[in-house]
Structure formats: C-alpha cells, structure tokens
C-alpha cells in the first residue's frame, strides 16, 4: 500500500477524532454564560466568555472535516471500508503492541504517576530520582524487550502506590514510621533499580550506560533541588524524608 | 536628543561599565548564570531574573541591573542549547531553533548549530539595543497602535503559516495544531468575567497552561516515540 493512501486512511480516523473533540468543545463553550448574568454582571454576547472557544471549536470541527473529505476524495469508499475493516482486524491487536505505542504507554505512566501520583504526595528528590531512574532505564537503555519489563515493574509499583495511599496507609503510619510513602519510595526505587541490573547482567554495553544513567538520575536532583532549596530559597513540592535530613545537615548548630 | 547623541551617550555608559572589571565580572558571571537557567527546559529567562533578583540586593544600581540584564539575554539565549542537543526548547524563544537545529545535531554537527545560533544571538542583541537606544519613540509609538484586533490578526497569521510551515503531508493539519493551540488558550480564567474555562474544577489550571510545559511535551514527547 502506498505510505500515501495509508496517510490518508489514518486521516479518516484522525478527521473524526477531530471534529467530535471540536464538537465537545461547542457543547462545553454553550454551558458557559451567554447573556445570562454571571458574578452579578449582566452579560452581552460580544464579551460572553463561550465566544471564543466556541468560535475555536467551530472550526476544528470544519478543520476536521475537511480532512475526512479530503481523505475519502483520495481512497474512495473502499478507503472507508477497508479502514473500518482494519478496527475488527488482527492488525489493530498488532499495532496496539507496537513499539511505538509501547513506548507512548510508557511516556504516559511515567509522566502521569509523576505528576498526578507523586509529586504531591512523596518527597520531590526522592519520586524525582524514581522517576529519572525509571525514565532513563527505560528509554536510555533502548531495547524493546527491557522496555517492557520494566514498565511492567514501574506499572506494578505505580498500582501499588495508589493502593497505598486510597487505603490511606501514610495517615495511619504516621505515628509509628514516619515519612512511609517516602520509606517506600525508597525501597521501591532499590528495587526497581536492582531488577534492571539483573536484567542486564550479561550485557556490559548496556551496563555501562545504566550506570551513567543512574548517576544521572541521582545527581541531577540533588545538585538542581538543593541549589533551589538553599541557595535560591524555593520550597520543594512535597518535603520529606530527604529534605528533612538534608535541613538537618543545612542547619546543624556546630 | 537627537538619535546619534542617544546613541553616543549609549556607548559611553557602555564603555564605562566595560571598563570597570568588577561589572565585567558580573556581566559574564550572570550571562553563564542566565545560559545555565535557559538550557534548563523548564526554567525561562523570565523566572531565573525573578529568582536571581534576591542576588543583586546588595549591589549598586546600575550593577543590578547589568546583572539582571544579562541574567535574562543569557536565559533567552540559553534555551537554544536544549533546542539543538535534545531537541526540547528551554523557552518560547528557542522553539523555532529546534526545527533546524536538532537535525544538524543528528547529522553530528551541534557544535556548528550552536556557534551559529550563538552568533545570530549576538548579532539579533547588539542590534536591538541599538534599536531600543535609537528609535524607542516610534517603537512606543507603533506598539501603542497594536490593539485586540491587530493581536487577532497577528495571532490569525501565525496560525495560518503553520499550515505550511509544521505540516509536511497537509497544510490543513498545519491549521488543526494551530487552532488546537487555541484551544489550550482557552484554558483558566477568562480575563473580562473571570469565568473558568475547561478547568474542571481544578484550581491550578485556573491561571491557564503555560507555553513552556506545552513545548516541552509537544517537542519532548515525540523524540521519544521516534527513538
């Protein structure tokens, strides 16, 4: 098949996603004031805060389909149906295992568990070390085969953490260890680390690499937090274990 | 004051703190300062002055403000270097420097994409300092004559050359990207009524999203699907 056509059987897809995202927008932009009052103001059309995004919506739902109609003018109705067909086929299966989408899965828990999960709620150097170790693994390494073994780790103590704090563990914990999830943190991280040097024990290319990936992930952190914590005097999202030893040290009354 | 004796007294304050060592000092400490900050993607120009002000409390005004400056053209400047290495700008500024730099660093000539954009850096400074010295008036002037139409229309332009310039396969999905980053701008508080837009409760999307974070994903995201 011509990378053309095959172009263009994707932009059926993409056209469709595209206009219904522009049509969520239209109807999110319509539940905002009109000509109602909002705030004790009453409202004019002309500044009505749905205005623009319902104008944006608008014509990204033009935009998108000007592109399912620009596609199908190229591969006709048989386009349309072989492209339908490609969603009840084995290939779909096939392309969701990819490498790419693996690596896009990947992108998205790192990024995702290290924003919304941790970030918030474990010390910054520790979950940043997590995730600098878990990130330069899995991509520095560069082998399909690792990847997915260690998103499978990552995956499984992200699922983990979310247990640990939906049970809320860290509250009851408090009085007996405190800082757990940072205790936690930590041994996971060791783990982490630990299975990915078994791993690739008998690969001393990639070794190689792990460890300047480690020493990365570990260094990075520490020198850019701390030039921010003490030296520039800019408090750390969530502050924990580390920066509690770390104050220690910073303040220690010699 | 006419233009050249504007540009003249320029040029004499130049010269004199040029010939001051300690203010030498400074302005190449806070130039590597301010690169630092740039090529760090994430952190601007405009935050490493901010953070980096507590710095100049005790210098001399004119000091100060040599600090400052050159905290903020290093920073500038400074995001180039994320741009053409790893192919995620460190600010807004550089995001146009990663299209031709990052290639030229995979053919295995950074160090060239960086001397040029060093260079071009430097001359785009000089010459617009001499712009601001010179002719600041009808600069002010002009700005003064950009209102919300004008800002549409600009803002309308950019979104119709990126058509042609992001979009190798369809100018149409160019124009999708671009009203996509409309979208994104519609995020937060609308600035008459202060009505919150798309932010489903979520007060920190109240402020809106910022450019930095959205080109850092959009540029950083990609290069590690492709590898």
Redesign the interface.
């Given at each position: 098949m011509l990378e053309t056509e095959k172009?263009r059987k994707a932009?059926i897809f993409s056209g469709t996603i595209?206009s219904l995202f522009g049509l969520w927008?239209v109807g999110?932009a319509l539940k905002?004031?009109m000509k109602d009052s909002?705030?004790g103001?009453q409202?004019v059309w002309f500044?009505s805060?749905a205005l623009?995004?319902l104008f944006?919506?608008g014509?990204?739902i033009l935009?998108?389909i000007?592109?399912v109609v620009?596609a199908l003018k190229i591969v006709g109705v048989s386009g349309l149906k072989d492209t339908l067909g490609w969603l009840k086929s084995p290939e779909l299966m096939h392309f969701l295992k990819s490498e790419?989408m693996i690596?896009?899965h990947a992108?998205v828990v790192l990024l995702f568990s290290f924003v919304f999960l941790n970030v918030p709620r474990i010390d910054f150097f520790l979950c940043s070390v997590l995730f600098l170790c878990a990130f330069i693994t899995m991509?520095y390494l560069?082998d399909p085969s690792l990847l997915v073994r260690m998103l499978g780790m990552y995956l499984a103590g992200t699922v983990g953490f979310i247990v640990w704090f939906l049970l809320g563990i860290p509250e009851v914990m408090e009085v007996t260890l405190p800082y757990s999830s940072d205790w936690l943190t930590l041994v996971f991280t060791l783990c982490y680390c630990l299975y990915v040097s078994h791993l690739i024990r008998y690969r001393p290319r990639l070794q190689k690499k792990y460890k300047t990936g480690l020493i990365v992930a570990i260094v990075a952190p520490f020198t850019?937090g701390s030039i921010f914590k003490y030296f520039?005097?800019?408090p750390m999202p969530t502050e924990g274990l580390i920066v509690a030893i770390m104050d220690a040290v910073r303040y220690w009354d010699f | 004051m006419n233009v050249f004796a504007r540009i003249g007294e320029f040029f004499g304050i130049v010269g004199h703190l040029a010939a001051d060592p300690i203010s030498l000092a400074v302005l190449f400490g806070s130039v590597i300062l301010g690169i630092l900050f740039g090529a760090m993607p994430g952190l601007t120009s405009t935050l490493g002055v901010a953070l980096l002000t507590a710095l100049t409390y005790g210098m001399d005004t004119n000091l100060a403000m040599v600090c400052l400056l050159a905290i903020y053209v290093g920073g500038t400047y400074g995001g180039s270097y994320a741009s053409i290495l790893i192919n995620i700008p460190g600010t807004a500024a550089a995001a146009a420097t990663a299209l031709d730099g990052y290639p030229l660093a995979c053919k295995g000539e950074g160090g060239r994409a960086i001397g040029l954009t060093t260079t071009a850096s430097a001359i785009g400074t000089i010459i617009s300092m001499l712009f601001v010295v010179s002719i600041s008036p009808i600069i002010s002037h002009f700005a003064l004559q950009f209102t919300s139409f004008e800002f549409f229309l600009l803002a309308f332009f950019g979104i119709l050359i990126s058509g042609t310039l992001t979009s190798p396969d369809l100018v149409i999905k160019g124009w999708i990207a671009g009203f996509l980053g409309l979208f994104l701008a519609c995020v937060g508080r609308d600035l008459l009524q202060f009505y919150p837009r798309f932010t489903f409760g979520i007060t920190q999307l109240d402020s809106g999203i910022e450019v930095v974070p959205v080109l850092i994903g959009a540029f950083g995201t990609p290069t590690r699907w492709d590898i």
């Amino acid at each position: 098949m011509l990378e053309t056509e095959k172009l263009r059987k994707a932009d059926i897809f993409s056209g469709t996603i595209i206009s219904l995202f522009g049509l969520w927008v239209v109807g999110q932009a319509l539940k905002m004031p009109m000509k109602d009052s909002w705030g004790g103001v009453q409202n004019v059309w002309f500044v009505s805060p749905a205005l623009f995004p319902l104008f944006v919506g608008g014509i990204i739902i033009l935009l998108g389909i000007a592109l399912v109609v620009n596609a199908l003018k190229i591969v006709g109705v048989s386009g349309l149906k072989d492209t339908l067909g490609w969603l009840k086929s084995p290939e779909l299966m096939h392309f969701l295992k990819s490498e790419a989408m693996i690596r896009f899965h990947a992108i998205v828990v790192l990024l995702f568990s290290f924003v919304f999960l941790n970030v918030p709620r474990i010390d910054f150097f520790l979950c940043s070390v997590l995730f600098l170790c878990a990130f330069i693994t899995m991509f520095y390494l560069d082998d399909p085969s690792l990847l997915v073994r260690m998103l499978g780790m990552y995956l499984a103590g992200t699922v983990g953490f979310i247990v640990w704090f939906l049970l809320g563990i860290p509250e009851v914990m408090e009085v007996t260890l405190p800082y757990s999830s940072d205790w936690l943190t930590l041994v996971f991280t060791l783990c982490y680390c630990l299975y990915v040097s078994h791993l690739i024990r008998y690969r001393p290319r990639l070794q190689k690499k792990y460890k300047t990936g480690l020493i990365v992930a570990i260094v990075a952190p520490f020198t850019i937090g701390s030039i921010f914590k003490y030296f520039l005097l800019v408090p750390m999202p969530t502050e924990g274990l580390i920066v509690a030893i770390m104050d220690a040290v910073r303040y220690w009354d010699f | 004051m006419n233009v050249f004796a504007r540009i003249g007294e320029f040029f004499g304050i130049v010269g004199h703190l040029a010939a001051d060592p300690i203010s030498l000092a400074v302005l190449f400490g806070s130039v590597i300062l301010g690169i630092l900050f740039g090529a760090m993607p994430g952190l601007t120009s405009t935050l490493g002055v901010a953070l980096l002000t507590a710095l100049t409390y005790g210098m001399d005004t004119n000091l100060a403000m040599v600090c400052l400056l050159a905290i903020y053209v290093g920073g500038t400047y400074g995001g180039s270097y994320a741009s053409i290495l790893i192919n995620i700008p460190g600010t807004a500024a550089a995001a146009a420097t990663a299209l031709d730099g990052y290639p030229l660093a995979c053919k295995g000539e950074g160090g060239r994409a960086i001397g040029l954009t060093t260079t071009a850096s430097a001359i785009g400074t000089i010459i617009s300092m001499l712009f601001v010295v010179s002719i600041s008036p009808i600069i002010s002037h002009f700005a003064l004559q950009f209102t919300s139409f004008e800002f549409f229309l600009l803002a309308f332009f950019g979104i119709l050359i990126s058509g042609t310039l992001t979009s190798p396969d369809l100018v149409i999905k160019g124009w999708i990207a671009g009203f996509l980053g409309l979208f994104l701008a519609c995020v937060g508080r609308d600035l008459l009524q202060f009505y919150p837009r798309f932010t489903f409760g979520i007060t920190q999307l109240d402020s809106g999203i910022e450019v930095v974070p959205v080109l850092i994903g959009a540029f950083g995201t990609p290069t590690r699907w492709d590898i």
